[in-house]
């Protein structure tokens, strides 16, 4: 087994494990921004009988954001990814592990781009801290774990092939596939706050431009990690 291979492995399950702790913990205590918009920066976890082994999920809402998916996916991939490097130390992996792990990694970017570009902005002319947003357990979710994954794809993922254009187009299908609950929910039946700020209170009409807006965003990403992978990661 390379250097490179080691590295892979080690970058995966690290992102894995931090994924896993990280998720969790933001389902039972919330994430900094949350809380801190809630009024309250102490845990939100409350020892209830018959719940979860005693613990209250009072952020169980969360699972629906984009974040937390995003950040599972990736997860998972990370960890089969693993598996099958330290499974076949020496072979090159499939094409078909490469397109999962773009799909995902630009998923998880996508998260990143996000939050500082967007989500942290709109919190500071707020009047609100730039960095509630990464930091304790977010600092995994929105910024380290997207930056790993980008990393091992473009520097450690050794494929006999370059990244063609069929596994770019599919990176645009996870926020495809996340658009349509999130718009019923949002803007239909209105069950759900409008948490990421795309109608900018209301304004449905927007909606259309989001989702080409981020599909671009998807699109150029995944091209964008391709090309450096094409250009760095050594094909064995």
């Not at 998923?107 to 939050?115: D, E, G, I, K």
């Amino acid at each position: 087994m390379n250097k490179n291979r080691k590295i892979f492995i080690i970058i995966n399950l690290f992102i894995f494990i931090t994924m896993v702790i990280a998720v969790a913990s933001t389902l039972i205590f919330g994430g900094r921004a949350t809380r801190l918009d809630a009024g309250t920066t102490a845990g939100a976890a409350q020892l209830t009988d018959g719940a979860f082994g005693g613990v209250k999920i009072q952020y169980w809402h969360h699972i629906a954001s984009f974040t937390i998916l995003s950040n599972i996916f990736l997860g998972i991939v990370a960890l089969v990814s693993a598996i099958i490097a330290l499974k076949h130390p020496k072979k090159p992996l499939s094409s078909k592990v490469s397109t999962w792990y773009l799909v995902a990694a630009t998923s998880a970017m996508l998260t990143f781009l996000v939050v500082i570009l967007f989500l942290a902005p709109m919190r500071a002319i707020n009047g609100k801290n730039y960095f509630d947003m990464l930091l304790e357990q977010m600092f995994f979710l929105h910024f380290l774990n997207p930056i790993l994954s980008a990393v091992s794809f473009i520097f450690f993922f050794n494929t006999k092939e370059n990244i063609g254009l069929k596994p770019r187009l599919l990176s645009i299908l996870p926020p495809v596939i996340y658009s349509s609950p999130y718009i019923f929910c949002v803007c239909i039946i209105k069950c759900w706050p409008d948490f990421y700020g795309l109608t900018f209170g209301g304004k449905y009409y927007l909606i259309p431009l989001d989702y080409l807006v981020v599909c671009g965003m998807m699109f150029g990403i995944s091209s964008f990690l391709s090309a450096l992978h094409n250009r760095f990661s050594k094909l064995e």
